[in-house]
């Protein structure tokens, strides 16, 4: 699987390490639903240093791509909110 | 493929709709992303045009995130100018203030430390920017990079769908090669937006610390500007200058003077001690010696009565 942290770069990531990505994301989108920003930090964090520590840096040159997106390191909660329901991007 | 286009709309308006709640973000993201993609490829009808148009538009954003290095690069120069401005300052006010101690005026060396604080905090703040401004540039260096390579990746398979492939056979290819180019060229602009946003608030921080520094509260050092704790001391060194020529004149004056009462100025000379005598009477011991004898009469008087 194919994951990317926006503004760094993307990773292929071995479907095992699925589980716990799915666990930290539920976090994050609960975390956000809740209106929590500490919680949506650490979130975050969790979540990107899973993607590192598990994922292998894909070439630059690659076209593949991606299964899922990540916001970047240092997305506030009102920019992730702003990324998913940004008006221009999806028309109607 | 029009078919998948159409589900990724859908999908995308479905969360939109906020009925695709149990989606989590990651998926929400990408799908946004994938959206956007294949709101560009709807247009065209020749889905080889796609690949020039898009060619085209990657050609353009390599430009603009290139631009974007320059432009935060110029903001990290400037506060780099800013805080090699207050270190002087900071300095200079340091140098005032052991001087203003030399002197023995504290009052004027508090002032200038207390400008030194001020200073100091200000570029504390400004390396904390500085800091910032460097990660920014290194973050978009790296993706005007990652863009390039992904360009050029791009530029050869153009080349062979549209020599190898038919309009119709092309779509398949093209999707491909699009979905990929098209995700990074969307997290670019997102990676210039944000650095573009935070070198805005940066200029505007930089803005009003120059205002400060043009209206003197820390006292502007470079610009030249006038400095009431450099006047002072410059005062001070002034009047202790035209104390020494004071006394080196009347010098003069005590070693010529025999030469002018010998010409018959005596009574000038007298004339001119006694208005001397009569001006610091006020302050002199003579006159308030004077006023305690003529008040005591009186005051018995006021007993008495």
Known sequence: MIVRISGEGQFSIDDAATAELNRLDSELEAAVNRNDEAAFTAALHGLLD????????LAADTLEPSDLILPPEDASMDEVREMLTEEGLIPG | MISARSRGLMAAKMLMKGTAARMGVMKRVSLVFKAKANKALDKMEDPRETLDYSYQRQLELLTKVRRGVADVATSRKRVELQMNQLQQQSNKLEDQARKALGMGREDLARGALERKASAQGQLNDLQVQYAQLQAEEEKLTVASQRLQAKVDTFRTRKETIKATYTAAEAQTRINEAFSGISEEMGDVGMAIQ??????????????????????????????????????????????SDVESELSRLKGEITAGAPKQLEGGANGNSQGAQAP??????????????????????????????
């Open chain 2, 276 to 305: 001397q005598a009569g001006a610091q009477a006020p302050q002199g011991q003579a006159q308030p010696a004077s006023i305690p004898a003529a008040d005591r009469p009186a005051e018995p008087q006021d007993g008495e009565g």
């Open chain 2, 194 to 239: 944000r650095a573009e946003d935070k070198t805005a608030q940066m200029q505007a921080r930089a803005g009003a610390i120059d205002e400060l520094m043009a209206s003197g509260a820390l006292d502007d050092a470079v610009g030249g500007q006038r400095d009431d704790i450099q006047s002072e001391l410059d005062m001070m060194s002034a009047s």
């Open chain 1, 50 to 57: 899973q993607v590192r520590a598990h994922g292998s840096a």
